[in-house]
């Protein structure tokens, strides 16, 4: 019976895991508090105070928040301009 030759590709996902990681686990649990919140109806959105009813708003509160307290999170993604003509009518 020939040996079988065990993968390294296991062992190197692992590792990459916990260096390469996006958002930090306090990250993580302050969208999920958010979250579940949101699930209550107690989650509120910024100075108007309405109730948030979006997911992605959810996600986005609980993020920010992460932000503030020094958690490992991404920086947002910058807003796309509009591209002004260069091309005009004479």
Do not use: D, H, W
Not at 5 to 12: C, F, G, P, R, V
Not at 16 to 25: E, F, I, T, V, W
Not at 54 to 76: D, F, H, Y
């Amino acid at each position: 019976m020939p040996a079988v030759k065990k993968s390294t590709s296991a062992k190197k996902t692992a590792s990459k895991k916990s260096s390469g990681r996006k958002y930090s686990p306090k990250a993580s649990k302050s969208v999920e508090r958010e979250m579940r919140a949101m699930k209550e109806g107690k989650l509120k959105s910024g100075r108007s105070k309405k109730k948030v009813t979006s997911r992605k708003q959810a996600i986005a509160i609980g993020l920010s928040e992460a932000r503030k307290a020094g958690a490992k999170v991404p920086n947002p993604p910058k807003k796309k301009s509009a591209k002004k003509s260069s091309n005009k009518a004479a």
